[in-house]
């Protein structure tokens, strides 16, 4: 026993390989010897169960003896020479590898005569063939993950699989049944995202027609897919969709947005034109209207416009040249320009901004805001003062705001007014509390002086006293007053 696990360490710890030199020459005693060696290792580790069997070569021999295995070595050695010195002989500077005959028989007829690969492989061939499949054990995957292969869920379990982000096919809901029991699942699930996937399924697998019949009863469904359609720029397939469900406003709202997508603005203005007749309600009509006209509006000014600036004809376009085109710019940006470059010209002129507020019917408030920004801007104080004064009917003048005046002087504030054009507006603020808290802040030294005056409040009038300047007429104004026997203060 201890001779056999000797022969056992001996022939696993051996190899029957060497390196490489010039100067090797192939022993063929020796590989005899190292043949004979290995047979009678295997002999030994191998069991004994089917001694009483023995098969033979062609040849007569025994399969698996010692003259079978020596005849079966020499052959192959005999090749490997002859392979080599033709190599050789012919010549070659560099090492070519050996050829190497493969044995007619496999590893399996070293064991005891047993031949199992019905091909004959040697034990290089069959260490070296990637075609021979691998039986070395795998760890079994769960049960779950087989079933991510399989495709055979429920709609219920597909949708449920998609929340939480796993890939599914499904390519599998082939009949319409199924296809709409999925839809519900997905609706029922109150995921936007799943509901999307899904429609985008259904819009691929089914017949227009079939899809809006039954998304007509699916409201929820319906709106995504109509959000869908609209962020991706489908505006066919949303146009057939609205029709069919006989949204003649819907329709006509979403051919309107296709202006959004025309650069050229001759050809945006006819398309706008073309645009008045479709059925809208009667005050989105009136709005495709105005924004027909705006357009045409401010093509004429922008080509006047820029004529004068080119020639270097008008003062102002020297003094502020102006920083982009009026085209395709809102209402509110176009009465701004109108009113910081045309405030002055008449009525009957396209760029006049009285013209554009009769034609567009811009309230006095958004008006007023839109002018004071502009003239203010340009420091023009008189066009401020004419535009915050009114007439009655008796030709009595008075200042009026229809922002009222604490925005104004915000806005005079914002553009750097004088503190002479503050306080004139400052006055004007009715709110006492808001008046003082705007005077104080802008510094309007007279405003104060005079409210706390009205107010008779003497203890504020004299605190203030210590923060205008020493020998300044704010407090020759504060000394005059205090020393008004006449006032009658309330502290």
């Known amino acids: 026993m201890s001779r056999v696990r000797a022969d056992e360490e001996e022939y696993w710890h051996s190899s029957k390989f060497r390196a490489f030199t010039f100067d090797d020459e192939d022993d063929e005693l020796s590989q005899l010897k190292e043949s004979k060696r290995a047979v009678n290792s295997l002999r030994d580790i191998v069991d004994d169960d089917d001694d009483d069997l023995e098969r033979v070569s062609w040849s007569g021999e025994p399969v698996g003896s010692i003259s079978w295995s020596i005849k079966e070595t020499a052959s192959g050695s005999t090749s490997s020479l002859d392979g080599r010195d033709s190599s050789l002989q012919k010549g070659s500077s560099s090492y070519a590898a050996l050829p190497k005959q493969a044995s007619s028989y496999s590893l399996s007829s070293l064991f005891k005569g047993r031949n199992k690969l019905p091909s004959f492989q040697s034990l290089s061939d069959a260490l070296t063939d990637t075609g021979v499949k ?12 087989y079933k991510d292969y399989s495709s055979d869920w429920s709609p219920k379990d597909t949708v449920r699989r998609m929340q939480r982000g796993k890939v599914c096919s499904l390519e599998r809901f082939r009949s319409l049944q199924d296809k709409l029991v999925l839809l519900d699942e997905a609706v029922a699930g109150h ?20 899809l809006f019949r039954e998304l007509e009863v699916r409201q929820v469904a319906l709106c995504h897919l109509i959000h869908f359609l609209r962020e991706m720029g489908e505006q066919k397939f949303l146009l057939d969709l609205l029709r069919f469900l006989d949204r003649t406003e819907e329709v006509a709202l979403s051919q309107y947005r296709e202006h959004l997508n025309i650069q050229d603005v001759e050809k945006r203005r006819e398309f706008l034109k073309g645009c008045i007749g479709l059925p809208f309600s009667a005050e989105d009509t009136s709005h495709i209207q105005d924004h027909y006209t705006l357009l045409e509006r401010q093509i004429i000014i922008e080509a006047n416009d820029r004529h004068l600036e080119t020639a270097g004809q008008s003062e102002l376009f020297r003094k502020y040249p102006r920083k982009a085109s009026i085209l395709n710019m809102p209402l509110v940006t176009t009465l701004f320009y109108s009113c910081f470059y045309h405030y002055t010209e008449a009525e009957g002129m396209f760029s006049s901004p009285t013209n554009l507020k009769k034609t567009f019917k811009i309230p006095d408030k958004q008006y007023v805001l839109t002018a004071l920004a502009a003239r203010a801007k340009l420091r023009a104080w008189g066009d401020v003062d004419a535009l915050l004064t009114t007439k009655n009917w008796l030709g009595y003048t008075k200042k009026k705001a229809p922002i009222g005046f604490h925005r104004v002087v915000e806005i005079l504030q914002r553009n750097n007014a004088p503190v002479q054009v503050l306080q004139e507006y400052v006055r004007l603020v009715e709110d006492v509390e808001t008046r003082l808290n705007l005077a104080t802040k802008y ?19 004299t605190a203030y006293k210590c923060k205008v300047e020493r020998g300044s007429a704010e407090e020759e104004k504060i000394h005059s007053i205090l020393s008004n026997v006449q006032i009658r203060w309330k502290n």
């Open 134 to 145: 691998s039986y070395a054990p795998e760890l079994r995957r769960p049960k779950a993950e």
């Open 191 to 210: 995921d936007g995202n799943v509901i999307t996937a899904v429609l985008i399924f259904l819009k691929r697998t089914l017949r227009r027609e079939i």
């Open 443 to 461: 510094k309007c030294h007279d405003v104060v002086i005079e409210t706390y005056r009205d107010l008779k409040d003497r203890i504020q009038l």
